[in-house]
């Protein structure tokens, strides 16, 4: 019998910086559908992440071998050029993460503060009892019955825990990344440091740098469109670095980086979408779980620790006999949707040269509505 104070379904970065923050209270156990983080997109992360790192204990983390300093953004947007640099923010650069490496590092914090991880484990029942929650959880092919006090939902998208206790996780589009890898000559002062957005007739595109896994320059190429509008061509490498090659700014940065793709193309679900609830007695969701994010906005990593952050206040105060912070919780959520509804509205309402196409017709009259 696995007996714990918390449960956290979900080991990406809200997992497992909410169990890192809990562990230093109360016992917890993550266990998440994966056996270990794998490389993926979702790769810079905004200074003001840093202050929030330094909170939950996990500054540390970053270092600089592993991780790219992000300096800015550039932008091809709405027919014209702009470029945003965080020279002077206060909180310094942001990162260009090896998201494989930040994943890893965060979950050995939280083992080392004392979670139990279970990986590949999934959550089979879950059902309220006297003392919170009864579930069982099947890890390498046995299944273990489990109780907790509390159980947080880290899953992503998937909203798991949420959706199963009645919640529904809304979404507002139907937004996908294609997306690659390859490998660059090597970055130079004009390209180092610096996430490019270009938008298109059929929807955006971006690129960034990142570091491979030997440390050496690599990027990321990525195309949004929604799910109904991306035909099986673009499962072909050769069709997206063709379209790519297309456009003004990023096929020129991919020619003067000497960009060679290494892989397949990779699919993402990219949708905004939020849980209704998001928060009720005894549970909690987090992350992409309670509130997913288009990647226009770069957000996803900061919220995913921020509502880490908030959360474990809640969790820690309702098992404390306090439930307040619960609604405290749903509040915050619900602010952080409204800021986050009137950022995309002014990104996608920037870009009006193709009205007629489903893409940004869709956009403008979400906006307009
Ligand atoms: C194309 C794209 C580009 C992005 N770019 C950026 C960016 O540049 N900057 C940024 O800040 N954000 C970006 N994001 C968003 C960012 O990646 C997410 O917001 C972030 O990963 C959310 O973290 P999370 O821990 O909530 O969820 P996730 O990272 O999705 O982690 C969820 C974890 O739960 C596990 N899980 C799922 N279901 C179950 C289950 N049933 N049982 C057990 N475990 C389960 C998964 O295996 C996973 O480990 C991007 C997203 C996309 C799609």
New binding site residues.
Partial sequence: MLKADIMV????????AISSVLAKSWSVVV????EQ?QW???????PAARPLLRELGLIELLDEVSHGCYLGNRAVWGGTASEMDYLRDPNGPGWHLD?QVF?RDLLAQAKRNGVQCFTP???RLLERCDQGWSASVSHRGEVMNASCRFIID?????A?VARRLGASHIKADQLI?V?LRGSVNGEDSATAGF?LVESAAQGWWYT?PVKAHDASDSRVL?F?TDADLADQSLSDPAKIMHDAHQLPEIGALLRRVEFHVRGAVAR???HSAHAQPCAGPGWLA????AI??D?IV???????LYTAQIGAAACDAFLRGNTTPLSDYTQGIRSIQNSYREHLADCYNAETRWPQHPFWHRRLSSVAA
Avoid: K, M
């Fill in positions: 379904v979900g080991a990406g970065p809200a997992g497992a266990v998440d559908r994966i983080a993926r997109i979702g790769e810079s992360l905004i998201r994943e484990a999934r959550l880290a899953s992503g998208r998937n798991t990344s997306w996430s960034a990525a949004h993402s679900p990219a987090i992350g992409d779980a997913s994010c990647p770069s957000r996803g990593l900061f919220n995913a």
